[in-house]
């Protein structure tokens, strides 16, 4: 009802609308910030194994989710510091992998993987809505794992495959997306583990740079410098030319179907730079994100662009899918171009209904940044539930 109503007042234009929206986003979520925390809080403290844990470096971190749901939305950034500065992030993590183990055995989602003239892309579902993946040269038998989070899944999707895993590439730290960096490079003892030296990557070996490409086999992998929701985010670009396919975007917590990463540790500047980064990129690269999140940002997607017919034909599709509880993996960068408001901050209507106006001397990057900044607090409160 909210989405419906918020639409209704997005069909008029300016600063009454942004305070329309604002207050309608607002007003599902204010009241239960209080229980929100007092939930994110328990659920740390009750210990449900004893299974012993390996020390671990106290630079490793972990944004905590439970059942697709970020529990630092009611705490913000008191929350993030906690989970990165101490090791209950660690804790919280292991927590998560035991729950969500138990509750999707076979994953929160089936895998579909896509083949391209010997390059094969499986995804693997892992926790409550993370993606993990395998890059397989399937005549070489070679098998890249990206963000592997859950060590067991990934093995025992090498193992179904018959491959040998040579390299990790991981977008980030968190440790939802570096979990398994540990037991896998002690399984897989020549597996290399890529990601940026900014990032303090649990288990890093060989520190990667912007525009560095990984090469194994046939595949050709690109990783690029995408800070803002960690300082040393990367994704990676798998290059389509050497098996003459699409190339694949692998793109962490940076940018999902219809929706971007939070913005932990940079700038609205810093973010709206890498996710041009991205915008650069071909239309038919296949974007493959780090999380299940499609049907939800298509939601807030529908309530800050009602009119967008792009959005609601793939909300079509995007419920089709979800109601057989199949991955919504991989869209292109061209469909994301027309319904994803977090690509979209130049376009009029956008920018009319949220934004704060041209900046100093018609320099519309500062207005492009404060209106992404303002979309991320708006999709930050937002509830499609």
Known sequence: MAAVVAATALKGRGARNARVLRGILSGATANKASQNRTRALQS????????????????????????????????????????????LGYLFYRQQLRRARNRYPKGHSKAQPRLFNGVKVLPIPVLSDNYSYLIIDTQARLAVAVDPSDPRAVQASIEKEGVTLVAILCTHKHW????????????????????????????????????????????????????????????????????????????????????????????AETMLSSLDTVLGLGDDTLLWPGHEYAEENLVFAGVVEPENLARERKMQWVQRQRMERKSTCPSTLGEERSYNPFLRTHCLALQEALGPGPGPKGDDGCSRAQLLEELRRLKDMHKSK
């Open 176 to 267: 939802d997306h570096s979990g398994g960096n540990r037991d896998l490079s002690r399984r897989h003892r020549d597996c290399r583990v890529y990601g940026s030296p900014q990032d303090g990557i649990p288990y890093l070996t060989h520190p990667l740079c912007h525009q560095d490409v990984v090469s194994v086999g046939r595949l050709q992998i690109q990783a690029l410098a995408t800070p803002g929701h960690t300082q040393g985010h990367l994704v990676y670009l798998l290059d389509g030319e050497p098996y003459r396919g699409p190339s694949c975007l692998f793109s962490g917590d940076l940018l999902f179907l219809s929706g971007c990463g939070r913005t932990f540790e940079g700038t």
């Open 44 to 87: 740390h403290s009750s210990p449900e194994s004893k299974e012993e844990l390996e020390p671990l470096p106290p630079e490793l971190e972990y944004i905590p989710r439970k059942r697709g749901r970020n529990p630092m939305k009611a705490v913000g950034l008191a929350w993030y510091s906690l989970y990165t500065r101490t090791w």
